[in-house]
């Protein structure tokens, strides 16, 4: 996990320490409202945290409103009262002060707090659910802690607070409201659909659609549940019931009720012993981060007994016995400057965002990922636009949106391509992705190097700069022209000498042998990846049989649907030729291994689909790991030290597994070596079983090699 700064703003005078304050409380009013302040939360905490030391050196001179000293938000006329204040929480941001802040708890209720709960702190906004006999009567927002805005026209629009309790009882529910990153994305597109303005990020989004009234159109958010009281209805028994359960039972509870929590999420809430077991737990949440469909900014730790929590008490803005853990900041705002347009190696034309150089968790961002042009258009992206960037764990950095309200009106359009930014041909504008019409052959040296790659031909010495020297001198043309280059040819190139010649000869040579797998892959046929060429190709075990396939026949393949099926199939007819060549080459066309299909149609076909094997034979392969799904993370050691991850993929595959890069429900064994991080973090939270690599190397030592 990356290191925290807690740095703080440095207020020099009185003077600014009052400008401080204003803008503080403008941001955390924008904040509360569903509208977009122009700080980002980062620079909100440094500001506070300012004000908060200057307020220490100037006790006198503290302002009455100031953020430090009260629930933030502010009220709005006619609010509605809350039976109970709905208070802030306490940060802290690295694990000492974490711990200073357990041990200040344990001197307060004269002993170390019983067990903590841990949960992840959603990143929406809160909100009160008032059931009246295990009806939804109300919808109300914190507001200033002790009224909130009555927001009960939001009922029936989200997702994880029923209409109706699984018990008539009278209760108060309480939680975060927020958007998921799908949900964020349809209402974005929605709401500018209508004419409007895209919201920021999904925060924003929340709030301001949870707030707006009498729109043309409804979008759906969700709630996380994360609180459970009486309200002065409830009856006697049940209030005192309540009252008395642990925070991780009143969950509990409430899920049961029918009131979503983060149990069903990768991060459900747990429990810990220890102030060394909460540590660990917020490690694992904040490896989880980046792969969340919610946005999260910490973690939440809580006593969990009640008699605990009540022997701490509350101040006035926050309990003392709960606090959050903030994580960094994974969003920051920035300017748009640019979009330039890459041709890759399969012809593909893909925008990509340039940006204001921004620091996001301690890497500086200066690209971020823009998918195609309707995605462009969808958002109502503009050159110069300040935009709000995502960016967690590994993930590729992306725009969220623009940020609407700071436009000054200088921002200009995004001009789209109108010929091949690569080679100036047309462009294929019929599919969502743009292609350059002269396909792979755009972009021959991208295409080229990538099929010389480790993970497909694997041709030494013909990397980036040799492939440039062979188009540019004319001798490769295609991938097929690689096989007839000649000793005479390559001696009359600069830098190649003999040894170097025979060294490529030999390297080009060796690659006609590789499995069919690797020579699909090499192809670039769009959407056959690495995995999915080897699925392809151990599915069909010929090239024979592949271009023998139609749609339907493709769509067997495990992964591939109705809409990869036919130009999948496609773009194979377009390479008849291409493969010819390379069937005359001598290039290997067969995937060690795999035997074909029975034809369509046949007795055997119809028992291999009853037996259910609809992925083909494949899966029914024999082998340790037949009908297992494998992940691998982290540095292999031992006997698997010297493969790289598609090689280990191909060994789970000839070991009758199935390879998968993500950790899921479905896997069924993740081999974890040195560095693992947010992978074995998921898989030990789903409870899926992990393995050293040197226990895995065993396990299929009979197909290594
Ligand atoms: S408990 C009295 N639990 O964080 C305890 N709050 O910064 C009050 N939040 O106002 C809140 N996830 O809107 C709690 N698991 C969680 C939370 C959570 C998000 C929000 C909540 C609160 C704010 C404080």
Known sequence: MAVMTTAAAVIVDGAAYAQAVEDAVKASAAYYTGGTSGLDDETYDLLVRGIAAWEAEHPEQVLPGSPTGKVAGGAVEGDVPHTVAMLSLDNVFSAEEFTAWAASLARRIGHEAERFSVEPKLDGLAIAARYDRGRLTRLITRGDGTAGEDVSHAIGTVEGLPDELGEPVTVEVRGEVLMTTAQFEHANEVRTGHGGQPFANPRNAAAGTLRAKDRAYTVPMTFFGYGLLPLPDTEADLAARLGGLAHSDLMREAAALGVNTTAGTAVPGSTADTAEQVLARVAEIAALRAELPFGIDGIVVKADLAADQQAAGSGTRAPRWAIAYKLPAVEKITRLLEVEWNVGRTGIIAPRAVLAPVEIDGSTITYATLHNPADITRRDLRLGDHVMVYRAGDVIPRIEAPVAHLRTGDERPIAFPEVCPHCGSGIDTSEQRWRCENGRNCHLVAALSYAAGRDQLDVEGLGHSRVVQLVEAGLVADLADLFSLTRDQLLGLERMGE???????????????????????????????????????????????????????????????????????????????????????????????????????????EQAVDAGSAAGPEAAAGGPLAGMTVVVTGAMTGALEALSRNQMNELIERAGGRSSSSVSKKTTLVVAGEGAGSKRAKAETLGVRLAAPEEFAALVADFLG
């Open 499 to 605: 040894t170097s010649t025979d060294n490529l000869l030999a390297a080009i040579a060796s690659a006609k042998g590789r499995p069919l797998s690797r020579v699909l892959c090499a192809l670039g046929v769009r959407g056959t990846g690495r995995s999915m060429s080897r699925r392809i190709a151990r599915h069909f075990a010929t090239m024979d049989t592949i271009r023998a396939a139609d749609a339907e026949a493709m769509q067997r393949v495990d992964g591939i649907g109705t809409e990869k099926a036919p130009s999948i199939v496609a773009e194979l007819a377009e390479l008849a030729p291409l493969i010819d060549r390379l069937v005359a080459a001598g290039v290997n066309m067969t995937e060690p291994g795999a035997t074909p299909p029975p034809p369509a149609g046949s007795d055997a076909e």
